[in-house]
């Protein structure tokens, strides 16, 4: 399975590659990651819960990050397995600067096994596409909300606190080695069919705002319709030849 793509934020370079490189925003901005700890050097191990039926499971892997120029890209490397089969991949990500945006490029492919080998491609596809999508979504909504805190407060607040735990209560268990540390971001991201669809319309409405316009006059012509077919509710009826028989 290949996949590629990008995505916009309105942020610069230095605050998107700050917030990629911080395990425990991304934690947080990855749908349905239960569990992150940094186990290496530029490596980690994670546990994804997905609900989609067709790939519903617990799944656990490892993610490794190398080549890396800073404030620019670098390769990940991803290996793991869940009760529905193994998977393993490699991709890239690049930033680019647009003005004061920053374009994401993202692109890479991942073999499956087991169950997961026997879902169909447009499906894994479409899935991949949008859990993608929602997460770097998130991404930059927690981008914006660090911005935010340091406009406030300034960074000498946030020295030796995780950023991530000022947002949300965040279980860090701390080894011997203070490099080597595990979170647990909020039980309830899970990905699931509702939260897949959902998104997918909040992006395509945003993206094509005169739909939202045409979805709402359609309803409004239905819902006009069906008033004209409702009795009057004892109002006077314009005048008809019938009634003159009667």
Known sequence: MRIAGNYTFDATREEVWAALNDPEIMAHAILGCQRMELVG??????????????????????????????LESYDIAVDGQGNNGLFKGSGSIKLRS???????????????????????????????????????????????????????????????????????????????????????????????????????FVDLFQQKRWLLWLVGAFWLGYLLGQRRKLPFMGRSRPYSPSDKES
Do not use: F, W
């Open 98 to 200: 647009d003005g004061a945006q920053t374009i994401l490029d993202y692109g890479g492919e991942a073999q499956l096994g087991g169950t997961l080998a026997t879902v169909g491609q447009r499906l894994l596809d479409a899935a991949a596409r949008t859990l993608i999508h929602q997460s770097l979504k998130q991404l930059a909504q927690l981008i914006s909300e660090r911005r935010l805190h340091h406009d406030l407060y300034g960074t000498e607040h946030a020295v030796d606190v995780p950023y991530a735990s000022m947002l949300y209560s965040v279980d860090i268990n701390t080894r011997t080695d203070q490099r080597y540390r595990s979170l647990e971001p909020p039980h309830h991201q899970c990905i699931s069919e509702i939260t897949l669809v959902r998104g997918a």
């Open 41 to 70: 050097d530029q490596e980690y191990e994670s546990t994804l819960t997905v609900d989609l039926d067709a790939v519903h499971g617990v799944y656990h892997g490892r993610v490794r990050v190398y080549n890396i120029v800073s």
